[in-house]
């Protein structure tokens, strides 16, 4: 009796067992190599000058966390005045006359740049583009008949399924590692152009500008960036879509740079709080926080406090979907946008802008008195002096000088903050601000349009009993 009980158990468990086998990457990695690049670049050091160690640049502290760029650092502190500084990255040919994809941050300031490739062969590299928006390079090297990578379709992938990577971490050549796809569209703080493919592929420095592969062996992503405390690989790594990648390197080719679509509007996201003062059944979309004067977004008429839902007959989920689709989307084009105001769905037509180079954000603030106790707080009329240190060209709008308990301290407010709506009628004076808070229903929560160092954000504040 055990011993069928065994046969079994073993027929069960060995039936389980091969159909979860895991992939076969020798072929793979076979036929993929032979275009994957080793690549370094020189940059001569300025003397006198703060250097940072490679790969080590931090985001905001209140990001709480790093996000690290990798150059290929290969440790030290950069040594003497006179040494040049070099770093290691990866790329991969996407055309036999010798074009070669990497990233940006691998190639940005270097004096020389030198593409090993898997015949040993080392030629110097041009840099014939760069885009630091997208973190993508385009490189040429003077040769012929060179093996190419297969180009895959980034939108036909699925969370879970095997990929792998092949680099130079640390500088060991053609290095290959798997994973599976963690998550798509992932939006980072560093980037908001990038739909990133997130994966749990072993990402290390020098592997940065690597291609990433399907289980067919087609690139479906350039290896950019991993998230870590430590500043080593904790299994969070961040690919370039290939279809991003290469309409970048469409534009350098046939222009010299990478224009992007732009709508001129500053945006958030629309929280549970924020979603139930607008009369929404669930947060979605992207709330539009400012419109910048004579933008797309300002001619078509999209106003403060509109939720945009739709962008070209694409459903806006979540704040940071809106700038990569918007990105994408040619110059000079004609799109549909769905807002919600006011409760209701509204349909506006625009013309799409260009991105500009530098985009302007940011203002500093101070304070003054008046008071209004339900809301525990105290506000009063900006001076001309501070609409002008704000950069406030409308008129009205109040400024927070002190916070008790209550209300607006449990909604965010901050001493400096400039109220300049509630409920998306616009504050003329602390008069008309107390007037507003007056006649709003107890329970109701509500709207505030704040105007704060960083820019404009909507809080969601609840009227108390």
Do not use: C
């Amino acid at each position: 009796m055990y011993r069928y009980l065994g046969m079994i158990v073993l027929a069960l468990f060995g039936g389980f067992t091969s159909a979860r086998d895991l992939p076969d990457f020798t072929k793979l990695v076979e036929e993929a190599s032979p275009a994957v690049v080793n690549i370094s670049t020189s940059q001569k050091a300025k003397k006198h000058a703060l250097r940072v160690p490679q790969g080590k640049e931090r985001l905001p502290d209140e990001l709480g966390d790093l996000f690290r760029h990798f150059f290929g650092d290969q440790g030290g502190d950069g040594g003497d005045d006179d040494n040049d500084a070099q770093s290691l990255g990866s790329g991969f040919v996407i055309s036999p006359d010798g074009y070669i994809l990497t990233n940006h941050h691998v190639v940005k300031r270097a004096d020389e740049v030198v593409v090993r490739l898997s015949d040993r062969r080392e030629m110097s590299a041009k840099v014939v583009g760069s885009d630091p928006r997208s973190d993508i390079a385009l490189l040429k090297i003077e040769a012929k008949d060179l093996p190419i990578v297969r180009m895959g379709d980034p939108s036909k992938l699925k969370v879970g399924e095997w990929v792998l990577a092949i680099g130079s971490p640390f500088g060991f050549d053609h290095s290959a590692t798997a994973g599976i796809v963690s998550a798509l569209g992932r939006s980072l703080p560093s980037e908001n152009y990038v739909p990133f493919i997130q994966t749990d592929v072993a990402i290390n420095p020098g592997n940065s500008g690597g291609p990433l592969f399907n289980l067919a062996g087609e690139v479906i992503g350039v290896n950019s960036q991993i998230y870590s405390r430590t500043g080593g690989f904790m299994g969070l790594s961040f690919a370039i879509p290939m279809d991003v990648a290469m309409d970048v390197v469409d534009q350098i080719k046939g222009k010299g740079y990478v224009s992007r679509g732009w709508l001129g509007v500053l945006i958030q996201d629309v929280t549970r709080e924020l979603a139930e003062s607008f009369g929404m059944e669930r947060p979605e979309g992207a709330l539009v926080a400012k419109v910048l004067p004579a933008s797309p977004a300002g001619v078509a008429g999209i106003e403060v406090g509109d939720v945009i839902l739709e962008f070209n007959g694409k459903r806006v989920t979540q704040s940071a979907a809106l700038p990569p689709i918007v990105g994408r989307t040619p110059v000079g084009s004609s799109v549909e946008v769905k807002v919600l105001r006011g409760g209701k769905q509204k349909s506006l037509s625009l013309k799409i802008g260009e991105l500009p180079n530098e985009e302007e954000q940011a203002q500093n603030s101070p304070p003054d008195a008046s008071k209004e106790n339900r809301l525990a707080l105290v506000v009063t009329d900006l001076t001309d002096e501070q609409r002008s240190e704000l950069n406030l060209k409308e008129g009205g709008g109040v400024i927070v000088k002190s916070l008790g308990d209550g209300p607006a301290r449990k909604a965010g407010l901050r001493t400096g903050d400039v109220i300049l709506a509630v409920n998306n009628a616009k504050i003329q004076n602390a008069t008309h601000f107390r007037n507003l808070i007056k006649d709003l229903l107890p329970g109701k929560t509500v709207p505030l349009l704040i105007q704060r160092a960083n820019g404009p954000i909507f809080l969601a504040i609840k009227i108390p009993e």
